[in-house]
């Protein structure tokens, strides 16, 4: 394997660097990209929930098979359909995301207190209006925790979509890295997508921070 | 569409039932290299679970290991392990070890936040009647707090017991064998039914993993807790959950 | 701004029936609420009084009937528009707790589209007016206040768009006793000055009695047991439901009726920290009627009571030495509440204070039994 040679060759990191960019914004672009759908699906799916409550079971339910099913199976059984591409991952991808945005949206919008709810029918307000100024600011810290865990969990899985030709970070761990025996690419592949999911669960965190100035009054006060 | 056709062809065929890439061989890597990495984390986690859960102490250890578990991607503590476990043990270091040490890694946090949030939502009033009945801490732990939050704790190891099964199919990277090794040969070679045969194969094998431990988890709600309207004071609790 | 004066609402022949339910739960409602009067709905649970209240602002549709405010039928606007013109207030106040309190105080205003600075002066207006110091609360967070607190932003808040009728269920339900006396106090002081169209729920009858201009005892089903004065109901019940539902202690609850400000307050001997002892001891041993001071703060506002016997020497007076009194009373506290607060303490005064806490006087239990003995029989 490697011996006799230093354990990280710094010098193959500065020269590739283009290409560890590269890499690194392909899998920015794919999490992006399956959050940002997989939000907008889980958000249409929590409306329907609300309206109809009955539907929550089967949804969750199915939401839930899919996130069982192995990352690896999934993106193997798509590609017989949409092959070896980015469309076979982000369509795995946005299916991971699901379960845990459904939920999370649905919990929170529950969360709300009910005598908010009806002081806020009481006053006068449109159930659009109740639901966009009331019970989804209320229920944002709620949602951006399952953000923070979505997207935690895409950029986990994003590396394995190596395996189908759809890059990112994961290309260095394993095509450059383990299946060249050359630990450099695979360490920092791995560092940097740890890097990066350590980084979105902060950013997102001082978002959901930044969104509800009340809950830090209460800490302060 | 014959697609199917060519899946069924392949499952079917003398090569996939004998010889060392055979099916058998490779559904019993898969679950032998799960249980055993199963096994090995809940070891760990679940004394270090039970502790943190009983005494309260050390909330802030659960949330750091919760972080890093997520943060660190199943591939990536493969990616981790394996170019050291090659350096200590070269062939011996393929396959097996770097995926068990990695399997090991990924189970652990579940097992402990699942376990410390269970034993966490224990009602404080039935500990302190079973302090004041003069039950030791471990029958505490055992009589009382264990059978209340066996629910929340086997989420968690179903949670996990999914993730080994997951990931387990990874060890086909590094030499490890198991049912993903049909999936990266397929890809590797093109071979679509291969790729489809072994896919189906590990997600029915989560599957089936999924729902065993769920229904596990739903088995073990002691019938006192299963009607939720009934909300006994704490000593009829404990009496009955002491078995007097 | 001069706020609008009540609008009058009428109950005419209103029905409310549940789909599946063998009685109405309210049956045939026929009565009148004037303009700017507080009426107050009463009855046991089953009694209906809770959704006669909400059929006004259409929270819950009536059956049968027809309920107007100043002579519109609340059914000829859409729901959304009505519930804009009627100030509500809940039990749990339900505060949104992601607004500030301003943005709270606000909510209908906007709704309405109200400009910017109209509003900004109206928030302003409100907290002042239920006592919250504008500059101080407008940019706090709900969960930042007290209880009674919150109850007055609630208070505000319904206030806001200056509707003629505000419906409030149970608003002092949530509030200790004490608390609860203050900010019925303030309410009725607040009323006094925007004189609204007020409809009340509770279930309480001595908050019943002090607080409306007219009652309306319900019984099951929504039937009008009798719709009269505090007064009038005290002295002759229209049926034994309504002398069993008052409460056989009658002519206690007529305490309920007397207010503090009825009666002659006495001067206390006041004192403040750092004055002399012996000078103090002179000015009680003139008097000799009560042979306590009272001490108060620099604000006025009272301390607790020093016994003469205890003022020794000639130096400063002692503060702690000082016997906490019991809570201060205020003009618009009822009789029977001053009553049972004097009658917990050790020292039998009590301490009469105003808005801001100063104290104004002091009141006797021998005073209470004389306004009870000679309480007119009606």
Known sequence: MNEGQPFIRWDWIIDNLDQIGRRLGEHVYMTLLAISIGFAISFALAMLIRSR??????????????????????????????????????????????????????????????????????????????????ELPIALPVIVAGLRIATVTTIGLVTITTLIGAGGLGYLIVNTGIRRFFDTSTYTGVVLSVALAIAADLLLLALQRRLTPWARARAEA | MDGIGEVIAWFTAPEQWSGNNAIPLRLWEHVSLSAASLAAGVAVALPLGLYIGHTGKGARTV?????????????????????ISVALLARGGLGFWPTFVALVALSVPPIVTNTYAGLREVDPDLREAG???????????????????????????????????????????????????YVVQGLFINDLPRVVGGAIMVAALALLTEWGFGALQRASVSKGLRERASAQPPAEALRSAAGA | MQDAAGAVVAFEHVTKRYAGAESPAVDDLTFTVRAGEICVLVGPSGSGKTTTMKMINRLIEPTGGRI?????????????????????????????????????????????????????????????????????????YPNELSGGERQRVGVARALAADPPVMLMDEPFGAVDPIRRDRLQNEFLRLQEKVRKTIVFVTH???????????????????????YDTPQAILASPASDFVERFVGADRGLKRLSLARVRDLTLIEPIVVHAGESASDVRRRLERTDEIGYALLLDEKERPLGWIDQHD???????????????????????????????MLASSVQLGVVVDERDRVVGLISVDAISEALRTAPAT
Do not use: C
């Not at chain 1, 199976?73 to 379960?99: D, H, N, Q, R």
């Not at chain 2, 004041?132 to 949670?159: D, N, T």
């Not at chain 3, 505060?95 to 943005?103: A, K, Y």
């Not at chain 3, 309480?204 to 009798?226: F, N, S, T, W, Y």
């Open chain 3, 204 to 226: 309480d009858v001595d908050e019943a009695i002090k607080m409306a201009d007219r009652i309306a005892i319900l019984a099951r089903g929504g039937v009008l047991a009798q």
């Open chain 1, 53 to 134: 409550p009955g539907l929550y079971g089967p949804i969750i339910g199915f939401s839930g098979i899919l996130y069982a099913i192995p990352s690896v199976a999934l993106f193997a059984l798509l590609v017989p359909f949409t092959g070896l591409s980015v469309l076979s991952a982000e369509i795995a991808l946005v299916s991971y995301t699901l379960v845990i945005l459904i939920r999370n949206i649905v919990t929170g919008l529950e969360g709300v207190p009910p005598d908010v709810i009806e002081a806020a029918v009481g006053m006068g307000y449109t159930p659009s209006q109740r639901l966009w100024r009331v």
């Open chain 2, 131 to 181: 302090r004041g009945m003069g039950m030791r801490e471990s029958e505490l732990l055992r009589r009382v707090e264990i059978p209340i939050a066996l629910p929340v704790i086997l989420a968690g190891v179903r949670a996990s017991a999914v993730t080994v099964v997951a990931t387990a199919t990874l060890s086909s990277l590094v030499g490890g064998g198991t049912l993903g090794a």
């Open chain 3, 311 to 341: 003022l020794d020497g000639d130096g400063p007076i002692d503060p702690s030495a000082a016997v906490p009194g019991p809570t201060p009373v205020q003009a618009e506290t009822t009789l029977r509440d001053a009553l049972s607060v």
């Open chain 3, 68 to 140: 107007t405010i100043g002579g519109d039928d609340v059914m000829s606007l859409p729901a959304v528009e009505l519930r804009r013109r009627i100030g509500y207030v809940i039990q749990q106040v339900g505060l949104f707790p992601h607004l500030t309190i301003g943005e709270n105080v606000s909510v209908v205003p906007r709704l309405i589209g109200w400009k910017a600075r109209r509003i900004a002066e109206r928030v302003d207006e409100l907290l002042d007016l239920v006592g919250l110091e504008p500059a101080t609360f407008r940019e706090r």
């Open chain 2, 63 to 83: 949330i750091a290991v919760a972080n890093i578990g997520r943060a660190v991607p199943s591939l990536g503590w493969l990616g981790i392990v394996y170019p």
